[in-house]
């Protein structure tokens, strides 16, 4: 676990040295730091991989507090429990990719597509509000106030020891009083913090999808559940599996009629993985609904001015 440092970075002057923070493609950022390896060495290879992840994350300038700067970018996936790995096993890994941003204050979730673009979700994490963050393996745990525990895995390998520093650095702040004491997630139009299992946002009334209306989905059509969440890929996936198993099905029942003698196994087998294909696509659905994602297929994040901003 994390504690508190005894010695101070080293001062080691590198070509980027400068007043920080400065402003990247609209994003404040400690540049010195950003830039630099575990060691506070400037390299080009860094720098070239931060500014893409600083690319990819411009949408997120009017979330950033006054005052406030980034200090690193990684790739990364969401919190994913036992029981969906077991389910899904590696298919986690398209499902809960994502974008980790550490400032000075906090670190920004945000939960991406393959390409690493957004899908209109964002939750944040006080440094305040934790008992305590590591690196462990590959992988970043946080320990909030409120007694739960996250891991966030598959950080960048670029970026692991620096992040391991980062933390270190910024130890002193998880014993302040924190507000929420738990990751919290934000409206990604207004900013607001939302309420958890919020149809709406109270502030600006987006609305989000729901856990009914993609349970129904899941439940009436194959697939249904990941194409109403904008997974197509999945929903595709997903919708393949269920029409085999349900088209098995369906040949073992007609079977019945044309023999004098019923198999029972055969139709039990296929009643169970129809019954199984479906709690599955139902499972996972509602697992993904709760990352907040906007009911407006053409949504967009807003910008500091208040106007749109494709992600």
């Known amino acids: ?60 300038r009017p979330f950033l507090q006054v005052g406030e700067y980034v200090r690193c970018m990684t790739t990364g996936h969401s ?21 980790l941003i550490f400032t000075d204050r906090r670190i920004l979730h945000i939960p991406t597509r393959f390409n690493r673009t957004p899908r209109g979700a964002m939750s944040q994490i006080m ?97 249904g559940g990941m194409f109403y969440l904008r997974y197509p890929l999945a929903g595709t996936s997903m919708a393949s599996i269920e029409i085999a198993v349900i088209a098995f099905a369906v040949f073992t029942w007609l079977a019945v009629d044309n023999q004098s003698r019923v198999d029972f196994g055969m139709i039990a087998l296929a009643t169970c993985g129809v019954i199984a294909a479906k709690l599955l696509s139902f499972f996972y659905a509602r697992q993904l609904v709760q990352e907040f994602v906007p009911e407006d297929k053409d949504f967009s994040y807003t910008n500091a001015h208040g106007k749109p901003q494709m992600p």
């Not at 950003?34 to 949408?59: C, D, M, P, W």
């Not at 895995?153 to 738990?182: F, P, Y």
């Open 1 to 60: 676990m994390i504690q508190a440092p005894t010695a101070t970075r080293p001062n080691t002057a590198t070509p980027n040295t400068c007043i920080r923070p400065v402003t990247i493609f609209t994003i404040p950022v400690d540049r010195e730091t950003i830039f630099s390896n575990h060691k506070g060495l400037y390299k080009s290879a860094i720098e070239k991989r931060q500014r893409r992840l600083i690319v990819k994350s411009t949408f997120i």
């Open 79 to 99: 919190p994913v429990s036992t029981i969906e790995q077991d389910l899904i096993g590696p298919a986690f890994l398209y499902f809960k990719r994502a974008l």
């Open 127 to 223: 440094y305040a509000d934790c008992v305590g963050l590591d690196i462990k393996g590959n992988s970043l745990e946080i320990r909030y106030k409120k007694g739960r525990r996250e891991f966030f895995h598959h950080l960048g390998r670029t970026e692991k020891k620096k992040i391991r520093v980062l933390l270190s650095e910024v130890a002193s702040l998880t014993t302040e009083n924190g507000q929420h004491q738990e990751r919290v997630c934000l409206c990604p139009k207004c900013t607001s913090i939302l309420a958890e299992g919020a149809k709406r946002c109270a502030s600006c009334r987006l609305t989000f999808k729901n856990k009914l209306k993609t349970g129904l989905w899941a439940f009436l059509v194959p697939g």
